[in-house]
C-alpha cells in the first residue's frame, strides 16, 4: 500500500517557469489537499478537492492552480514561479471530516 | 480569525522525565483536533485525534492529549520521554462547519536530552 506518493521531490525552477507537482493517493479517499511548509509559519493550506471534479481555494491559492478528474490523482500547478513560492509542498488525503490526514513524503521547491 | 497557537517554539526535556507540548484553538462550534509529528525530511505522520467523548485520547508511541474545552486547549502529553520522540509537533483544528479548512498551529519542536 503505497499511500500518498508526491513528484518530484526537489525541483528547482527560474522566475516565470511553470510546473506541475504531481499526487497520488491508492486508498480510495474523496478528500486531497495541498499544503506549503514554510519555517516558522506551520502548514498553510493551498487547494483542496473533495472529490473528483471538485475543487476549492484554501488560504494561499494564489499562483497555483489544482484539478481532480480523479479519484486518485490531484496535481498542483505553478503558472508562473516566483521566488516567494519557494517552499516544501506536501499533499494529503483523507476519507472524511474526522478522519487524519495522510500525507506524501514532500516536493521541495526552489524558485531563482 | 480562526487560528490555532503553538506558544513554544522550541521544548526540551530530559530522557524519561514527563512532557507536554501545548496547543490552544479559537475556533467557532465544536472542532476535531489533531496532533501530527514530523521527522526531518519526511511528511507529517498522524499521532491521535479527538472527535467526542472521553476528554483523554490516547494515541501512537505512547502519547496522548487531554482536551479542555473550556480553556480551549489540547495540550499532548507523554510520560515519559524518549529521545527517538525529538521531532517537530504540529497541532490542527479541522473546523466542524461542513468545511475541509484544516488549521495548523505553527509547530513545536521538542528536543529530548539524553
Known amino acids: 500500500n503505497a499511500g500518498v506518493t508526491q513528484t518530484p521531490k526537489f525541483q528547482v525552477l527560474k522566475t516565470g517557469q511553470s510546473m506541475t507537482l504531481q499526487c497520488a493517493q491508492d486508498?480510495?479517499?474523496?478528500?486531497m489537499s495541498w499544503y506549503r511548509q514554510d519555517p516558522g509559519m506551520g502548514l498553510r493550506l493551498i487547494h483542496y478537492s473533495v472529490g473528483a471534479g471538485i475543487t476549492d481555494q484554501g488560504e494561499v491559492p494564489n499562483g497555483y492552480n489544482v484539478s481532480r478528474s480523479t479519484t486518485e490523482d490531484f496535481p498542483l500547478r505553478l503558472l508562473s514561479a516566483a521566488p516567494s513560492q519557494t517552499s516544501v509542498y506536501f499533499c494529503a488525503s483523507s476519507y472524511g471530516f474526522t478522519g487524519e490526514l495522510f500525507f506524501g513524503e514532500g516536493s521541495r521547491l526552489t524558485v531563482l | 480569525a480562526q487560528s490555532v497557537a503553538q506558544p513554544e517554539d522550541q521544548v526540551n526535556v530530559a530522557e524519561g522525565n514527563p512532557l507536554t507540548v501545548k496547543c490552544t484553538y479559537s475556533?467557532?462550534?465544536?472542532?476535531?483536533l489533531f496532533w501530527y509529528v514530523q521527522y526531518p525530511n519526511r511528511g507529517l505522520q498522524f499521532l491521535l485525534k479527538?472527535?467526542?467523548?472521553?476528554?483523554l485520547v490516547k494515541g501512537s508511541y505512547g502519547f496522548e492529549a487531554e482536551f479542555n474545552k473550556s480553556q480551549t486547549s489540547f495540550h499532548l502529553k507523554k510520560p515519559s520521554a524518549l529521545v527517538s520522540d525529538s521531532a517537530l509537533y504540529f497541532c490542527a483544528v479541522s473546523p466542524t462547519s461542513g468545511t475541509y479548512k484544516y488549521i495548523f498551529g505553527t509547530g513545536t519542536r521538542l528536543k529530548v536530552l539524553a
Open positions: 479527538y472527535i467526542t467523548g472521553d476528554n
Open positions: 486508498m480510495n479517499h474523496e478528500y
Open positions: 475556533v467557532s462550534g465544536n472542532p476535531y
